[in-house]
C-alpha cells in the first residue's frame, strides 16, 4: 500500500509546452544573435591600506623617484633666482615683504658670488638635462620650462635698456608695474612648480609649458 503514492507521484502529467516555429517575417529572424553585448568584467581589487579600491590601468601611474622630484625642484630655482632682481621696487613699498626672502638670502649671496653664475646654470641645465637622452623626460620637461622662463626674465630688461623710461613720469610707472608683475608671476611659478614636483605631479606654466614640450 505504501508504493501507491509513488505510482501516483510518477504518472502524475506534466505540462506540454508547445514551441512554435517562428515565421520569416517574425521580428526573431532579424537579431539571430543577441542585441545587446555582455557587460564587461569587473576591474581588479586592489587592497590598499585595509580598503578595497578598484584600480583602472587607465589612471594607474607610477610616481618619478625622489632623485628626479629633487633635480626637477632645484631647475626651478634658476628662473626664481633671477627673477629677484624685479623685486626691489615691490620690497621698497612693503618692506614686511622682505623678511619672507630671508631663508632665500644665503644662497643668493652664494649664487652671485660665483662669477657667471647664471651662464654656467643656464647651459648645465639645457645642455645637461634637456639634451641628454639618458635623462628621464620628467626631468627634461621641467628642466626645459625653468630654462624657457629664465630667458623670458631676460627679455624686460633688454626693453629697459632700449627705451630707458628713467625715474619720473609715466615711463617709470609702467616700469615699476612691470617689475612687480614679473616678480609676482616669477614667485608664482616658482611655488607651483616647486609643490608640484615634490608631489610628483608635472607642473604645467602658462606661456612656458608649450613651448616647452615642443623642444622636447
Keep these: 500500500m505504501a508504493s501507491i503514492p509513488l505510482l501516483r507521484h510518477s504518472f502524475r502529467p506534466t505540462a506540454t509546452v508547445f514551441h512554435r516555429k517562428p515565421s520569416s517575417t517574425s521580428p526573431l529572424t532579424l537579431f539571430p544573435t543577441p542585441i545587446f553585448s555582455p557587460l ?4 581588479p581589487l586592489t587592497r590598499t591600506g585595509g580598503v578595497i579600491t578598484r584600480m583602472s590601468k587607465k589612471y594607474s601611474s607610477s610616481s618619478p623617484p625622489s632623485t628626479e622630484r629633487l633635480i626637477s625642484v632645484v631647475a626651478y630655482c634658476l628662473p626664481f633666482m633671477n627673477s ?25 649671496s652664494l649664487y652671485r658670488s660665483i662669477p657667471y653664475a647664471s651662464f654656467v646654470a643656464f647651459f648645465a641645465l639645457y645642455l645637461g ?5 639618458n635623462i628621464n623626460r620628467y626631468v627634461r620637461f621641467n628642466a626645459m620650462q625653468a630654462v624657457t622662463l629664465d630667458v623670458l626674465l631676460v627679455l624686460p630688461v633688454l626693453m629697459q635698456r632700449i627705451f630707458a623710461p628713467g625715474r619720473v613720469g609715466l615711463g617709470f610707472k609702467v616700469m615699476v608695474w612691470s617689475h612687480n608683475f614679473i616678480f609676482l ?8 612648480s616647486a ?8 607642473p604645467y606654466l602658462p606661456f612656458v609649458a608649450d613651448a616647452a614640450s615642443r623642444q622636447i
Excluded: D
Design 84 to 108: 629677484l632682481q624685479y623685486s626691489r621696487f615691490l620690497l621698497s613699498q612693503y618692506p614686511k615683504l622682505s623678511l619672507l626672502l630671508e631663508p632665500v638670502i644665503p644662497f643668493l
Design 40 to 43: 564587461p568584467l569587473p576591474l
Design 129 to 133: 638635462l634637456v639634451r641628454n637622452p
Design 195 to 202: 609643490v608640484s614636483c615634490v608631489l610628483g605631479r608635472t
Design 185 to 192: 608671476f616669477a614667485v608664482f611659478c616658482f611655488l607651483y
